[in-house]
């Protein structure tokens, strides 16, 4: 087993339960700090079913705010989602010490930045999850399917503590795999989130098979991950056309799934839409790269997001 | 008054009751051809609530079946909605004589063509209505606000038979004015039609309010709007920037407004795509004219009406 570390969680959902649960598997402490869910966590742990096997994760200390923590961490995983509305950096400031790295576990893209220019001398471990993972209810996580995780630093290498974690995670049988451009992998996270999380929101809560199996939908599809591809490009990521074509065939393949937004959408919660399409428009237009694609989809969410908030 | 004439009337949903019901009100006679509303419209007629005084319509012969009709038409008014699904040239076609011209109140572009190929002889009127009116159930029809209608011959010009139906609405109070390229005027229309009834359904539901007050989508409105005006002029239609600022300063200003494929999608009733926007993109096509926006719209509309249809 590789030494024990501390760990301070903010964000008990699917995410981080799943994760910094396997995390503690592989001996890590954790402290988690919880919001409405804390009487249940801190009573009766977090259950989580699992397609890799049931287990119920019961944080070494559970907290209300992350004050009120008692770890000197080395590290911080946010896994919380990517909204504007949250204040990630106000949040972990208290507890962020010189050796402290942060682990960000979120979908999209620029999201490490803000965290990046206010804590300069902390190490960024930048996190994408592949995996298909709800919080049911408070204390009840439930994982349907896939597991696997990339991880890097930001903006790029592959820190000695990011090689720790990646250590812990593949001890315990999670696929954790380390990428020297982490943002690399984001775009290429991108070309998939961007056609399909928007277009499931927007065509009427439409499935992957639906999007497919739709002629005029399933070019769009391509088209939206050809901007994409552009935009990666101006910013120095070749991604070439087979990781497209690539994408739309498992896509045409895999079980109707929905996705992230419109789970969101259906459960009135706010989307990342600044995270996964906001941040990627920004990009473009900071590079003068067309993608009126992009663009409308970005508009037309902003509208439904409103609409979530009002 | 005007010399009487006969009219067929196909479609007694809101718009066919009450353009024939003003029709009648100017001297001509009505057979009207219902579908499920036919034992309502037999027995008490249509009762239209109008902000320009109520009336009811009764027209002189009610009938459940086209060929069930008495008259030798002057006119059939096809006024059904512009759906794939419903096949007006086999309707029409055993009561179209020699003399009948065929006038068309519908939204959308191309809408004429495949009557024009079926009946190279027959007159063709083209009506385009700007008027909120809605059938609230069978036999009831409530008319809201506005009320004008543009008129000309299809593909251009302006018969006799045109100006002896406008002088009949006009001599009713319905303001109809003629136009001898009412191509042109659908083009002027769809500049509006395509990005608030698109963004509408897509939007999850939004109003022309809630577009115009999202700065984003706000400018892709003036986006597809540019993509419309780029198609129409493909098509010799010229249609200045004036015409676009126009449109946007008074959607910003009129009361929140539901457009006719949002009333459609709310009500799970096929939507026009194919009329206003499959159409539009068909001859940017043809054309060669790009226009991504409109392309991607169209594509999710599509899934969106595959869903409702399913």
Known sequence: MEKSCNIILLGTGAIGSYYCGKLQQAGAKISAVCRSDYETVKSEGINIK?????????PDETVNSISKSSFNADYIVIATKALPSIDIISLIKPKLLEHTAIILI??????????????????????IAFICVTRESYGKVSHADYGRLVIGNYPKGVSEKANHIAKLFNSVGV?????????YARWKKLIWNIPFNSMSVLANRASTK????????????????KEVVSIAKSEGYLINDEVIEKNLADTAKMTPY?????LDFENSR?????AIIGNTF???QK???????????YAMLSVVNDKLMS
């Open 210 to 225: 639906e999007i497919m199996d739709n002629e005029n939908s399933a070019i769009i599809a391509k088209k939206i991950m």
């Open 258 to 262: 929905k996705t992230s937004m419109l």
């Open 50 to 58: 699992s397609i890799k096997g049931d287990f119920i994760f019961t």
């Open 175 to 183: 696929d954790c795999e380390t990428q020297d451009e982490i943002l």
């Open 270 to 274: 706010p989307m990342e839409v600044e």
């Open 106 to 127: 979120q979908n999209g893209i620029d999201v490490e930045i803000s965290l990046h220019k206010a804590f300069p001398n902390n190490e960024i471990i930048s996190c």
């Open 287 to 297: 590079n003068s790269i067309s993608v009126p694609i992009i663009e409308a989809l």
């Open 282 to 284: 920004r990009i473009a």
